[in-house]
């Protein structure tokens, strides 16, 4: 049972204009969402989180939106920069759980 | 800043040898992870640990062990390694989930030939 899907296995956008990566749940018991970025040969780091508490957090060009009726995120990133090119990764978790649930990953390439 | 260690960035082994991937953290978490990375499939967890010589399976445990000896040192063991086992493993430590989530290390790019 897939409890957080990534459902585009890949995206593609040009150099400057605006990338949306999207994210579904389906445990209406989580609280915190998490995205990590991944570039290969490397393990991921960790970018941007938010509670389920609030419906938008931003950092610089990262902007995670939350909306739990929908039980979907995404993360938008502006404007876009060629070493935003890696597999991004959304995950979940609830209060007092030990560990994180992943999707599948999106691969973003931003093409110059 | 949090370190998580990975012995190896490389490995090649043989079918049938036992593999043993070490990870190592210098921030005194609790909590320790392995999982495995595969095209399509995300990163599925493989054990964890949530204190010393505790261990719980995760997701896809099978043809793996764990031995978590001392609180910075989390190792992942295949018995007897195959082919399918060929993969992206990576080790990741926390101290509590939350907002916070993870501190992954460099990753481990293991072929079994």
């Known amino acids: 049972d897939q409890q957080v899907k990534q459902n585009s296995p890949s995206l593609s956008v040009q150099e400057g204009r605006i990338s949306i990566l999207n994210c579904d749940y389906t445990n209406s018991m989580f609280d915190y969402f998490l995205w990590y970025k991944k570039y290969p040969a490397e393990g991921p780091t960790f970018l941007i989180s938010i509670s389920s508490i609030k419906d938008k957090n931003e950092d610089g060009r990262f902007t995670v939106f939350l909306n739990k009726s929908a039980k979907h995120l995404s993360l938008h990133i502006v404007p876009s920069q060629p070493g935003d090119s890696a597999v991004y990764f959304c995950a979940a978790t609830a209060a007092g759980a030990q560990k994180l649930v992943f999707g599948q990953g999106t691969r973003l390439t931003i093409n110059p | 800043d949090v370190k998580v260690t990975q012995s190896s960035r490389y490995l090649v082994k043989r079918t049938g040898e036992k593999v043993f991937l070490e990870c190592v953290q210098d921030?005194?978490?609790?909590?320790m992870f392995w999982y495995r990375q595969d095209p399509g499939l995300g990163l599925r967890l493989i054990y964890f640990?949530?204190?010393?010589?505790?261990?719980e399976k995760g997701d896809i445990p099978e043809g793996y062990s764990v031995s978590r000896e001392k609180k910075e040192r989390f190792s992942l063991i295949l018995e007897s390694a195959s082919t399918n086992q060929t993969s992206m493993y990576l080790c990741a430590s926390s101290l509590r989930v939350g907002l916070d989530g993870y501190t992954f290390g460099s990753g481990t790019r293991l072929t079994v030939v």
């Open positions: 921030m005194d978490h609790e909590n």
């Open positions: 640990s949530y204190d010393v010589k505790m261990k």
